[in-house]
């Protein structure tokens, strides 16, 4: 294998079919790279497993409800020396895939993430903090969590995704990353010319205020990402 795809899904039933013709899709435009794909199935209680069964997804279970912990099951069943983590309502294009792979195999790079743009139209507030996120995370050097993609070897030796976190996962592991890059004298590699589309239904299903009061609440007061209770629009029962 030259690299694995790898989407945590929590009763995504609704939005994995599409996810997974685009990764498809993707995966087929590579006739030149062989690519596997792992669905972790996080404790759902819907078709989500049949679905990605359905199509030839290689399946693993993490009983423990929690985004860490579903992207490490994923990534320790991974086969391949590149791993790309994609959120289960998120459309990879054989464009971004391609510019993942080429820039992974040069030799240069340890992982990195991409822009991010939403499914849907975004008022003014929204526009901002989409910019903001953009270009903040091609400054620091920070993966957002719907597109991640990183050697297989950094990934084991950072010991992954840090499980006592329920939110901000990505940060931390973009942080640990950085160090191991930095002592091999790798690159932390944000694709500009290319993004990945995202679900605004985050955006719908909680207000505005619950989403900026939460950001603002978790930046000021980091710690709190290690609580369930503060970090709850990431785990809405759907």
């Known amino acids: 294998m030259d690299y694995s795809i790898i989407i945590p899904a929590y009763n995504e039933e609704k939005f ?40 030839g997804a290689k399946v693993c279970f993490e009983p423990i409800n929690q985004i860490s912990r579903a992207r490490n099951a994923g990534g320790r069943e991974a086969a391949s020396p590149i791993l790309i983590f994609l959120d289960a309502d998120s459309l990879i294009s054989p ?18 993430g991409t822009q991010i743009d939403f499914d849907i139209p975004l008022n ?27 050697l297989k070897e950094a990934f084991d030796e950072v010991n992954g995704f840090p499980e006592d976190h329920f939110a901000g996962e990505e940060i931390v592991f973009s942080r640990k990353l950085r160090k191991w890059g930095k002592s091999r004298k790798k690159i932390f590699s944000h694709i500009e010319d290319a993004s990945i589309l995202t679900s605004g239904r985050r955006l719908k299903e909680v207000s505005a205020f619950r989403i900026l009061s939460t950001f603002f609440l978790l930046g000021f007061f980091p710690w709190l990402m290690k609580s369930r209770e503060k970090c709850g629009i990431w785990y809405l029962k759907r």
Do not use: P
Not at 16 to 35: K, Y
Not at 95 to 112: A, F, P, Q, V
Not at 124 to 149: D, E, H, M, P, V
């Open 16 to 55: 994995l079919d599409t996810t997974l013709n685009h990764v498809q899709e993707a995966v087929g435009s590579l006739s030149d790279r062989t690519g596997e794909l792992i669905v972790v199935d996080n404790n759902s209680t819907d078709r989500t497993a049949e679905i990605a069964k359905n199509h």
């Open 95 to 112: 464009d971004l895939l391609r510019k993942t792979i080429d820039r992974m195999e040069s030799g240069k790079y340890y992982g990195g």
């Open 124 to 150: 003014c507030l929204f526009r901002s903090f989409q910019w903001i996120w953009n270009t903040f995370s091609k400054r620091f050097r920070y993966a957002a969590g719907c597109y991640i993609y990183v």
